[in-house]
């Protein structure tokens, strides 16, 4: 089993929809949960970041941390077509090391205009 | 304020030569980190820097190395090259390594081809 799972799609939404993109983890510990976009050609830019259980909203963007089910997930509402990136999860696991972080394969997502 | 600058932005080699990738990270932070992004195998951790030291490491053989100046700038060596190591390579930079994981920034990146 992979440590941090996402479905690599494509994933696509029509212009104005909400975008919902899913991570999955297999450490029961981990802590601190990251959502990057990357355009194709770019690196990697940090959207959100999220420590507790629950919902953190900001702007068009919620992430959602769910430790009991060991998933966190993104929502993009309104989605536009400047949206059309490959989104990357990443979780620090425990015992590890602080501060190294593993990624996702990430889910290309497309906004349709 | 500056973000995570990285040097060269592309480099080719051929197998067997050795590769040297420069990183300077933004003002103010101690942290950085190293990571491979090859087609289709996701960004990979290589290396952790913090205050001059490797603070942590990633599977990948020692012939991947590098070292972390006074200023806090670094650079990633990559000796014997292989094939397979063509990829981007990303540079991240964060405050410090206490308390929760600090968030990493990352820059433009080094692509590095192979032949």
């Known amino acids: 089993q992979k440590e941090v799972e996402q479905n690599s799609g494509p994933l696509s939404v029509p212009e104005g929809a909400i975008a919902s993109l899913n991570c999955t983890y297999s450490?029961?510990?981990?802590?601190?949960f990251f959502w990057y976009r990357q355009y194709s050609g770019k690196s990697p830019e940090l959207i959100m970041f999220?420590?507790?259980?629950g919902d953190k909203e900001d702007g068009r963007f919620t992430a959602q941390l769910n430790k009991a089910s060991q998933y966190v997930s993104l929502l993009i509402r309104d989605s536009q077509p400047s949206d059309s990136a490959t989104y990357l999860c990443?979780?620090?696991?425990?015992?590890?090391?602080?501060?190294?972080?593993?990624f996702g394969q990430g889910t290309r997502l497309t906004i349709n205009p | 304020e500056a973000g995570v600058t990285q040097s060269p932005t592309h480099l080719i080699k051929t197998r067997g030569q050795q590769a040297t990738l420069r990183c300077s990270p933004i003002?103010?932070?101690?942290?950085v980190y190293w990571y491979q992004q090859a087609l289709g195998l996701g960004l990979q951790f290589l290396l952790w820097?913090?205050?001059?030291?490797?603070?942590n490491r990633g599977n990948f053989p020692p012939r991947f190395s590098g070292r972390q100046f006074p200023n806090y700038s670094s650079e990633l060596n990559v000796n014997a090259l292989e094939l397979e190591d063509s990829a981007l390579y990303l540079c991240?930079?964060?405050?410090?390594?206490?308390?929760?994981?600090?968030?990493?920034?990352f820059g433009p990146g080094t692509r590095l081809t192979v032949l």
């Open positions: 991240a930079s964060s405050r410090s390594r206490t308390g929760n994981t600090d968030t990493q920034y």
């Open positions: 450490d029961r510990g981990s802590q601190s």
């Open positions: 999220i420590y507790s259980n």
């Open positions: 990443a979780v620090n696991p425990p015992n590890q090391g602080a501060q190294k972080l593993v």
């Open positions: 003002s103010g932070h101690t942290s």
């Open positions: 820097y913090d205050e001059g030291e490797e603070r």
